[in-house]
């Protein structure tokens, strides 16, 4: 069975940093693409970061040059290191994961990934 659980989430001033890890189980976690996606209060899903089984990472324009995204494949954790935080990143933060192959053009469609953690919450003030 499938598991993640996001880990790290909190609140921050805004210009902080944040590191969230997600744990995964009961898969051949090296097989699989993983991404982080999170939501706000009333808007949509969004892709943020996604990595692939090769480790090519790919990152939404509004976080590039401030976040992060790694993979310890030894420890199938999957990591997301957030630097110079804005309020506009708070959101809901979930990481996702999935071993069929897509076009890298879908890493951040949601439907393309399958398993889903449960999300930590990431707080930013002004």
């Known amino acids: 069975q499938v598991q993640l659980v996001e880990l790290g989430g909190g609140w921050v001033q805004s210009g902080g940093s944040l590191r969230l890890s997600c744990a995964a189980s009961?898969?051949?976690?090296?097989?699989?693409?993983m991404g982080w996606f999170r939501q706000a209060p009333g808007k949509g899903r969004e892709g943020v970061a996604a990595i692939d089984r090769d480790g090519k990472s790919t990152y939404a324009d509004s976080v590039k040059g401030r976040f992060t995204i790694s993979r310890d494949n030894a420890n199938n954790t999957l990591y997301l290191q957030m630097n110079s935080l804005k309020p506009e990143d708070t959101a809901m933060y979930y990481c996702?994961?999935?071993?069929?192959?897509?076009?890298?053009?879908?890493?951040?469609?949601?439907?393309?990934?399958?398993?889903w953690g449960q999300g930590t919450q990431v707080t930013v003030s002004s």
């Open positions: 996702a994961a999935d071993n069929r192959i897509w076009d890298w053009r879908f890493s951040f469609v949601a439907a393309r990934y399958t398993y």
């Open positions: 009961g898969y051949t976690y090296s097989t699989y693409d």
